[in-house]
């Protein structure tokens, strides 16, 4: 998240930016309710065309 985003809108990101791909969740509400970080991390590459060097 940080190479992505920078180390202080990564915290954003994942804290208020809601991924249809998490069933309507922001990544930490989905990693507090237990998805794995591999696919919450696809959902964020795929929301965010994340470049392929860092997928």
Do not use: H
Request: one cysteine or more.
């Amino acid at each position: 998240m940080n190479e992505q985003f920078g180390e202080g809108y990564a915290e954003s990101v994942a804290k208020d930016y809601v991924l249809a791909e998490l069933g309507g969740r922001t990544i930490d509400q989905a990693l507090a309710e237990g998805a794995a970080a591999k696919t919450v991390w696809q959902a964020v590459c795929a929301t965010f065309d994340v470049p392929q060097k860092l997928r």
